[in-house]
T-cell receptor, first 116, second 113 residues
Framework: NAGVTQTPKFQVLKTGQSMTLQCAQD?????MSWYRQDPGMGLRLIHY???????DQGEVPNGYNVSRSTTEDFPLRLLSAAPSQTSVYFC???????????????FGEGSRLTVL | QKEVEQDPGPLSVPEGAIVSLNCTYS??????FMWYRQYSRKGPELLMY????GNKEDGRFTAQVDKSSKYISLFIRDSQPSDSATYLC?????????????FGTGTLLAVQP
């Protein structure tokens, strides 16, 4: 059971470049989200989606774009990379019980991004 | 002031010790409280989940929530080297329409054999 799969695991970008971090889950979870983790800042929510075709902003959305065309995939796009976006990015998914989202997030292993 | 405060540690204990990890929070609307464990270079995984005040026990782990003091704790009994990880508290006022969790910064725990 693969769970949540993120690619790439490591990436180095130059300032101004764009790229997409991929996230796929095979658990048929409706809810998916992207977090970034920085030292001393904890995990901060970037964008989330409660189902295919529905996305919304989290705490730190600037500089990032998302779309959700299928239940399985939730890519995160960096439009014009900046050094402040150097971070570890985690994708997470969650499920519903009796139509209510639980607080249990299933995380991928992370994508480590360095912007020079 | 951050909504959730957590001592970053690092915390180093000998094998077999009782470990106490804590978080304080400022938003009285929080109803759902979680502890996640994160091994080095891995994603967090859910360890404990509690709703409102009270205690919850699961094996060597006990989670406590004191809403009157806005304080939550995770106790680890008979700690093992395999417990060495970063422990993140997380909380949410919702538990329903969204999973917009607010995380603490994490406490790094090292259990020495």
């Amino acid at each position: 059971n693969a769970g949540v799969t993120q690619t790439p695991k490591f990436q180095v970008l130059k300032t101004g470049q764009s790229m997409t971090l991929q996230c796929a889950q095979d658990m048929n979870h409706e809810y998916m989200s992207w977090y970034r983790q920085d030292p001393g800042m904890g995990l901060r929510l970037i964008h989330y989606s409660v189902g295919a075709g529905i996305t919304d902003q989290g705490e730190v959305p600037n500089g990032y774009n998302v779309s959700r065309s299928t239940t399985e995939d939730f890519p995160l796009r960096l439009l014009s990379a900046a050094p402040s976006q150097t971070s570890v990015y985690f994708c997470a998914s969650s499920y519903q019980l009796a139509g209510i989202l639980t607080g249990e997030l299933f995380f991928g292993e992370g994508s480590r991004l360095t912007v020079l | 002031q951050k909504e959730v405060e957590q001592d970053p540690g690092p915390l180093s204990v000998p094998e077999g010790a009782i470990v106490s990890l804590n978080c304080t929070y400022s938003n009285s609307a929080f109803q759902y409280f979680m502890w996640y464990r994160q091994y080095s270079r891995k994603g967090p995984e859910l360890l404990m989940y509690t709703y409102s005040s009270g205690n919850k026990e699961d094996g060597r782990f006990t989670a406590q929530v004191d809403k009157s003091s806005k304080y939550i704790s995770l106790f680890i009994r008979d700690s093992q080297p395999s417990d060495s990880a970063t422990y993140l508290c997380a909380m949410s006022p919702y538990g329903g329409a969204t999973n917009k969790l607010i995380f603490g910064t994490g406490t790094l725990l090292a259990v020495q054999p």
